[in-house]
């Protein structure tokens, strides 16, 4: 019952995103027109490359997380009843244990919390992962694996979703929310993809440095 009820979960998911991509694509195909008429226009060149840019940053994510998530029987072990958190969560956890970095996840909010934001699947799951991706990133910096570590927290409030991620750094003075990635130009995008989505929502997002190279990130997404 299990892996029919997950293989119709997936199929839904996957059903969402191909019509986001194909959306994506028709909107692309408009933007290439209308780069034409505004190529004397600077700014609005610039804003139109951005949002191709921001697209093409976070398909590869998306791909992975399905590729993934039917690779992995996620109904194994449960962080919450949400399928889409819960896929997520069971593949970063797999990447730290990979990566020799030690993950706490806590989450306590409602099967449908996630429906409540004005957020799609799709956008919810690129924030997710580009908030890990820059946790994980910067604990393998660090070489004593002892030190590696990372708390995800999510929590149902009256209002709305309040996510938390506390990580490690090798330097939290050096951090300055760029990549270390040699793809400076695609992968550079991380930090202002998270800061659009969370606007789109109308939440807001907080960095915060703490003492013993501790770096704590608090995203609240307020309900529609």
Not at 135 to 158: S, V, Y
Request: proline share 1%.
């Amino acid at each position: 019952m299990y892996k029919v009820a997950l293989g119709a979960v997936l199929l839904l998911f996957i059903h969402m995103w191909v019509k986001e991509v194909l959306r994506e694509e028709e909107n692309n195909e408009k933007r290439k027109e209308g780069l034409l008429s505004i190529i004397s226009t600077d700014g609005e060149l610039q804003k139109q490359i951005d949002i191709i840019r921001k697209y093409r940053h976070d398909i590869p994510k998306h791909i992975h997380m399905m590729e993934e998530t039917i690779d992995r029987d996620i109904m194994e072990k449960r962080f919450c009843d949400n399928e889409l958190l819960n896929a997520v969560a069971k593949i970063k956890e797999a990447e730290c244990r990979q990566k020799n970095i030690s993950i706490k996840i806590d989450f306590k909010l409602e099967k449908d919390a996630i429906e409540k934001i004005n957020l799609s699947a799709i956008k919810v799951s690129g924030l997710i992962q580009n908030l890990l991706d820059n946790a994980i990133e910067e604990n393998c910096r660090i070489t004593d694996l002892e030190e590696r570590e990372i708390k995800w927290t999510i929590l149902q409030a009256d209002f709305g979703l309040k996510m938390q991620i506390k990580n490690a750094c090798l330097d939290i003075d050096k951090i300055d929310f760029e990549t270390k990635k040699e793809e400076k130009e695609l992968h550079g995008w991380g930090v202002k993809i998270i800061k659009e989505i969370v606007d789109e929502a109308q939440g807001t997002i907080q960095y915060i440095k703490e003492q013993n190279n501790r770096l704590k990130v608090i995203v609240f997404l307020p309900f529609q």
